[in-house]
């Protein structure tokens, strides 16, 4: 079963659209000054948001998602409540709180922008992030959306900072359902706002806390893809127990691990740091736990009962780095992730 299961992450759509960004990169350090991709900001290109410092010893975040098409034709209520519901765990996830969100959509008249925009409004009241601008092209002949979040960090939490040693521990929201029948865990449009925001208030915490310095929400790429970003950003491996991570009652594990849930972290803890984290989750009725740990030999293993695979060798072959030919001198600069 564990050897299904690594080929059909392998071959998983998500992991496809997370690849995908290593010949962006590519393309990027080439197009640059000397084939390089330093851009002279806090944490380097490849985090969940860009962080710039704000010269008051904290960070401005930056980010932007683009909706896939076929997910704004079929769902475009649920593609713009997403749009800026991603977003929000973006800049969560770097440890900060999120100041507003602005919009770029095209649609053919107001079909399907009416709903793109009503989604994205219902999702700025509850997340209480408002939609401050935008672009907008009603003369398209096919419906796209970008959502854009402008947000603030007092300590940062990065993807470049997880280290040997660490505890990994995924959180999840397992109080939701499938929007059947695609691949995403709708725990935020049925909740209400204040617990939503009391949720995703857990991670600056940690981090000006002191308790975690590491970690990335949970995207498209699935637990076991964001866990592989994290670790390749930080230049480091792990081993995971497939069984051990956080799952709803009733669904299968090989569709789990290939779905998007609306509140998913993976974080690298270290070790007497552990249960303070558990703790924080805990009390707020959120699934947590320790799924594996982190390691020096770049390459991602999962483990089910006795049963050992690798999924994959960052030292061969790039996930969502710049490719092994490239003229670029860094071996750990992406794009966003």
């Known amino acids: 079963m564990l050897h299904a299961i690594v080929a059909a992450l392998r071959d998983s759509r998500g992991f496809a659209h997370k690849r995908d960004i290593s010949d962006i990169v590519t393309a990027l350090g080439r197009a640059l000054p000397g084939g390089t991709t330093d851009l002279s900001q806090a944490v380097p290109i490849g985090d969940d948001c860009a962080a710039i410092p704000d010269g008051n010893g904290g960070y401005l975040l930056f980010a932007i998602e683009g909706l896939v098409e076929d997910f704004i034709t079929r769902m475009p209520w649920f593609a713009g409540y997403c749009g800026v519901m991603v977003n929000v765990s973006d800049i969560y996830a770097m440890g900060g709180r999120p100041t507003a969100v602005v ?5 053919a008249g107001m079909q399907p922008a009416d709903e793109m925009l009503k989604g994205m409004a219902v999702a700025s009241a509850k997340y209480g992030v408002p939609i401050v601008g935008g672009h907008s092209n009603n003369r398209s002949e096919r419906p796209q959306l970008a959502v854009s979040i402008l947000g603030r960090a007092k300590k940062l939490l990065t993807s470049f900072d997880a280290r040997p040693g660490d505890r990994l521990v995924m959180a999840i929201d397992l109080r939701g359902a499938y929007e059947e029948p695609f691949p995403y865990w709708n725990a935020s449009t049925a909740t209400p706002g204040e ?10 915490l940690l981090a000006e806390d002191g308790l975690c310095e590491a970690g990335k929400d949970i995207s498209m790429a699935g637990a076991i893809g ?7 950003c930080s230049g480091v491996g792990a081993t995971i127990d497939i069984d051990a991570i956080p799952r709803p009652a009733g669904v299968p594990l090989l569709r789990w691990l290939t779905s998007f849930p609306s509140y998913g972290f993976v974080l690298s803890v270290r070790p007497d740091k552990v249960d303070a984290v558990l703790a924080r989750f805990a009390a707020r009725d959120l699934a947590a736990t320790v799924v594996g740990d982190v390691d020096a030999t770049r390459k991602l293993m999962l483990r089910q009962g006795s049963q050992h695979e690798e999924l994959w060798d960052l030292q061969r072959d790039a996930f969502i780095c710049e490719a092994a030919d490239s003229d670029s001198e860094s071996d750990v600069q992406v794009a966003h992730a």
Do not use: H, Q, V, Y
Not at 226 to 232: F, P, Q, V, Y
């Open 226 to 232: 964001t866990a592989l970003m994290l670790l390749e």
């Open 195 to 204: 617990r939503l925001r009391g949720d995703l208030e857990i991670l600056p």
């Open 103 to 107: 919009n770029a959509l095209w649609s």
